[in-house]
């Protein structure tokens, strides 16, 4: 049975900093690309974060410089550090795991974790 699990959403004050975990179980995590997403209310959900099997990262153009996203194999998690918080980036956060197959394509997601900033 295939589990992501997130964890480390609050509420923060803007200009703060908090760090999204994403625990994997079932699948060969080092195989997969993993991402991190959010959907804040009354939108759609929209890719934060990705980091492939290599290691390579890309972010959305709004969380350049302000967010890491990092994996460590060995835990099979998945990280996004998260800096200088701004309004904004309030929503549900997703954790995402993708893998391309030669035949087809498989993706999983988490329960997501509410970050939210405010004053």
């Known amino acids: 049975q295939v589990q992501l699990v997130e964890s480390g959403g609050d509420l923060v004050q803007p200009g703060g900093s908090l760090r999204l975990s994403c625990a994997a179980s079932?699948?060969?995590?080092?195989?997969?690309?993993m991402g991190w997403y959010r959907q804040a209310p009354g939108k759609q959900r929209e890719l934060v974060a990705v980091i492939t099997s290599g290691g390579s990262t890309n972010y959305a153009d709004s969380v350049k410089g302000r967010f890491t996203i990092s994996r460590d194999n060995a835990k099979n998690t998945v990280y996004l550090q998260m800096t200088s918080l701004k309004l904004e980036d309030t929503a549900v956060y997703y954790c995402n795991g993708h893998y391309r197959g030669f035949l087809n394509d498989l993706d999983y997601w988490g329960q997501g974790t509410q970050v939210t900033v405010s004053s």
């Open positions: 079932g699948i060969i995590f080092r195989f997969y690309a």
